[in-house]
């Protein structure tokens, strides 16, 4: 899927998004923002920031940047920024896959539903590995192949049918790390149905 089809999806679904998916993605989303442990003072930056809903989450002290590349999706965080009042949170559109900040410009990274709905998963890990400083933290929480067999296989037939609404379904989390300098710290499934993954990760890039 091209990235320019992939924004007006998710344009489509920008003012509906949080009444959708907020509530059953809700507790997912603290927890990851709770397992990445921002500090004040820590830059933060927020991989898919979508409609900004888990903006508030982080709390005052650290700065949080968010990225997305749906102009629908950042319409609604600014939206959100303002109704919370969130002055260390900023927002700018960008192409996750090729990301303008310098190298290890951020201490934590937090990307949450958006490893599978790019349309290339290695470049974007690439990417994050890129502005994250070394040590620094990465947390992903997605919908990832599940190792039961029998689930699997239902995930792959419905991949294709799911591509089209714009997210897949046949990615492991070693597809998803193969290659990158990516130490996975902890993982845990999570809501809705335990077909989820909480992935806390070390960035081990040399410094």
């Known amino acids: ?51 900004g809903i888990a903006l508030p989450m982080y709390g005052p002290g650290p700065l949080v940047v968010g990225v ?38 951020f201490d934590a990274l937090m990307a949450a539903y958006v490893v599978t709905a790019v349309p290339d998963h290695r470049r974007l890990l690439a990417e994050m590995v890129r502005v994250c400083r070394p040590g620094g933290r990465i947390v992903i929480v997605n919908h990832l192949h599940h190792r039961n067999r029998l689930i699997a296989f239902g995930q792959r037939i419905l991949s294709p049918i799911t591509q089209r609404l714009g997210w897949r379904t046949d990615l492991s989390l070693e597809d998803v790390l193969a290659g990158t300098p990516i130490e996975v710290v902890r993982v845990t499934t999570v809501p809705p149905f335990g077909l989820w993954y909480l992935v806390e990760c070390r960035n081990t890039k040399p410094g």
């Open 68 to 105: 997305d590349f749906s102009l629908g999706m950042l319409l609604q965080a600014r939206q959100c920024i303002a109704a919370h009042g969130l002055r260390d949170a900023h927002i700018l559109r960008m192409d996750a896959m090729r990301m303008a900040f310098p190298d290890s410009s």
């Open 1 to 51: 899927m091209d990235l320019a089809r992939l924004g007006r999806i998710y344009d489509s679904y920008a003012k509906i998004y949080d009444r959708l998916f907020g509530r059953v993605f809700d507790a997912p989303r603290k927890r990851a923002v709770e397992w990445l442990a921002a500090q004040p003072g820590e830059r933060v930056l927020e991989v898919g920031v979508g409609t």
